[in-house]
């Protein structure tokens, strides 16, 4: 006679908590940043217990409040670039090609051109 069979040891899986609190990026101060959803005005808030900065947006049924958060870094990360972008580089086009230089604004940077061009 043999022993019966032993079934197997079924493991859960842990699931990873998202996180509902995160740290002010003004104040430093860690896990001082809540989020609070408003589910029938469609809008979020969030705020720092330290130092009292906001940060209010819309959202949808399927947002979290890590997506709120960094929403809200971009926005700061936005803000202190302020639109500075390097005028140097040349914009690209809807087909992904590089845009065409500006055309020179005398005849002399036009010869000076066809002359760097050769």
């Known amino acids: 006679m043999g022993k019966?069979?032993?079934?197997?040891?079924i493991k859960k899986v842990k699931r990873e908590v998202v996180a509902k609190t995160f740290?002010?990026?003004?104040?430093?101060?860690?896990?001082?940043?809540?989020c609070k959803?408003?589910?029938?005005?469609?809008?979020?808030m969030l705020f720092c217990r330290m130092?009292?900065?906001?940060?209010?947006?819309?959202?949808?049924?399927?947002t979290e409040p890590i997506d709120v958060f960094s929403e809200w870094i971009d926005k700061c990360?936005?803000?202190?670039?302020?639109g500075t972008k390097d005028k140097n580089k040349r914009q690209k086009t809807s087909s992904g090609a590089a845009a065409p230089a500006p055309?020179?604004?005398?005849?002399?940077?036009?010869?000076?051109?066809?002359?760097?061009?050769?």
């Open 4 to 9: 019966r069979k032993s079934s197997k040891v």
């Open 103 to 118: 055309a020179p604004a005398t005849a002399e940077e036009a010869v000076y051109d066809l002359y760097k061009a050769t």
């Open 51 to 62: 130092c009292k900065v906001t940060y209010l947006t819309t959202i949808n049924n399927l």
């Open 77 to 82: 990360a936005e803000a202190n670039d302020g």
């Open 23 to 34: 740290d002010c990026p003004f104040c430093n101060h860690e896990r001082s940043v809540e």
């Open 37 to 44: 959803f408003d589910k029938i005005a469609e809008t979020a």
